[in-house]
């Protein structure tokens, strides 16, 4: 069963709906493949109604961003007992949060680059005096995905448009330190680094069109990067997903500098899965063709309360 993301207003609020849209046809159409029945739900406010009526097996989720990543959606799949794909409500949650993500992270001794956080309601008032770091920093917000909500503040006057932009999204207001350096992105399938791909975006940063828009990036597998940085990337991604205890497939984003260290920015819990998308590109570079990473990801669904 593959989900796709809901007609309802609360549905549509998540500004990644045509990200998961693209995921699910993507991934029903290879399940079929493979010969599974499958059912397309587009999930809105009667999900627990269509989901008791469509007594399916297996949901295999295939949502972005709040309510199909932050853990809401698993948390209704444990409560009616049936088994899913991906990573565990706690884990969703964690993966979707950046601020208690980031917490983890540093206590488990990976690398975060610094950072402040500012409730949305001071978006307005944040100024770079607040930061110690300086400009250029990079201003987000906790609780989106698909770079919604991110600015890279290059002049002290564009910092408050950036700010109130942002806290117009989920979660409280990050701002970080720029880092200059590869962006490396790196896929965990059950707990081991399938590999580490490179980006290089079109635009200033891997912005929403970058990410989505044929053409946006550049993509190099295996990232460039010599072996025991590129080792070193892999190690941070499978540390980080086993930290926020992830299960299934997870991507984990980070730039790393020239000096080689893997500074993490986050963890993508339910990464793109379009036949394009940077997971797949990883699988297919190590012999795991997209359907047979979505019949892996379906073999390890269960419940995990
Ligand atoms: N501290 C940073 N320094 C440089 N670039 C950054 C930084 N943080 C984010 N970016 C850029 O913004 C993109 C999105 O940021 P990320 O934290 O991964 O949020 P999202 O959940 O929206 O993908 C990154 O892929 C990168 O291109
Ligand atoms: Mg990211």
């Excluded at 549905?11 to 059912?39: F, I, M, N, P, Q």
């Excluded at 690398?111 to 956080?117: D, G, H, P, Q, S």
Aim: aromatic share 8%.
């Amino acid at each position: 069963m593959v989900w796709q993301e809901g007609r309802d207003a609360l549905w549509r609020a998540s500004s990644e709906r045509d990200v998961s849209l693209h995921t699910g046809k993507g991934c029903a159409d290879a399940l079929r493949e493979r010969g599974y029945e499958v059912a397309l739900v587009d999930v809105d406010l009667e999900v627990a109604a269509r989901l008791r009526e469509s007594r399916i097996d297996v949901a295999f989720i295939a949502l972005h961003g709040r309510f199909g990543e932050d853990g809401a959606i698993q948390g209704l799949l444990e409560s009616m007992g049936i088994p899913y794909t991906g990573s565990g409500v706690l884990a969703s949650a964690l993966g979707m949060d950046k601020v208690h993500s980031k917490l983890l992270f540093r206590e488990h001794g990976l690398k975060v680059i610094e950072y402040r956080v500012f409730p949305s309601e001071k978006a307005g008032r944040v100024t770079v005096g607040d930061l110690p770091f300086g400009l250029p920093a990079v201003v987000k917000p906790a609780g989106e995905g698909s770079s919604v909500g991110v600015h890279i503040v290059r002049e002290a006057d564009s910092l408050g448009e950036a700010c109130r932009d942002a806290a117009r999204y989920k979660g409280d207001l990050i701002v970080e330190r720029y880092l200059k350096g590869m962006e490396v992105q790196v896929a965990v399938l059950n707990g081991e680094a399938l590999g580490a791909i490179e980006i290089v975006p079109k635009h200033e940063f891997y912005d929403y069109e970058s990410k989505y828009l044929p053409g946006g990036s550049q993509h190099f597998y295996p990232a460039r990067l010599p072996e025991t940085h590129y080792r070193a990337a892999c190690d941070a991604a499978e540390k980080a997903h086993s930290v926020l205890g992830c299960s299934g497939v997870t991507r984990s984003d980070f730039i790393v500098p020239s000096d080689g260290s893997p500074y993490i920015l986050e963890v993508n819990t339910l990464p793109g899965m379009t036949a394009t998308s940077l997971v797949p590109e990883i699988a297919a570079g190590n012999g795991i063709s997209f359907a047979e990473l979505c019949e892996r990801l379906l073999e390890g669904a269960a419940l995990k309360a």
